[in-house]
Nanobody, 129 residues
Framework: QVPLVESGGGSVQPGESLRLSCAASGPPGAKYHMGWFRQAPGKEREGVAAVPIGGAAAYYAESVRGRFSASLDNAKNTLHLQMNSLKPEDTAMYYC??????????????????????WGQGTQVTVAP
């Protein structure tokens, strides 16, 4: 098991920003594909943003494209999610996910929860007037 430590959630007003961070505490030298997912009450978990190992590419859900920006610090195995222009519909529990380097990761499925092995406990994001 690889602990994922999430931080940065909170309550903001529409139009404001938040920054989430997730650090993967694995063995020395381990690298991870990482992503952020969210789940609102009564809804299924959905992929928000993902950054595979290397950090050269990022994948986004259509609903957040242009507002959210994900970046992966490979040296620290830490994934950041900068969320701007937040909307009430962004309100959800946000979960960090990670998968160790292996041959099974499918890049075009980077926003699917089934691609990930480890999950964080979640951090709440609430956007309301």
């Amino acid at each position: 098991q690889v602990p994922l430590v999430e931080s940065g959630g909170g309550s903001v007003q529409p139009g404001e920003s938040l920054r989430l961070s997730c650090a993967a505490s694995g063995p020395p030298g381990a690298k991870y594909h990482m992503g952020w997912f969210r789940q609102a009450p009564g809804k299924e978990r959905e992929g928000v943003a993902a950054v595979p190992i290397g950090g050269a590419a990022a994948y986004y859900a259509e609903s957040v494209r242009g507002r959210f920006s994900a970046s992966l610090d490979n040296a620290k195995n830490t994934l950041h999610l900068q969320m701007n222009s937040l909307k009430p519909e962004d309100t959800a529990m946000y979960y960090c996910a990670a998968r160790p380097r292996d041959d099974g990761f499918t890049y075009r499925f980077a926003l699917k929860s089934t691609e990930y092995t480890y999950w964080g406990q979640g951090t709440q994001v609430t956007v309301a007037p």
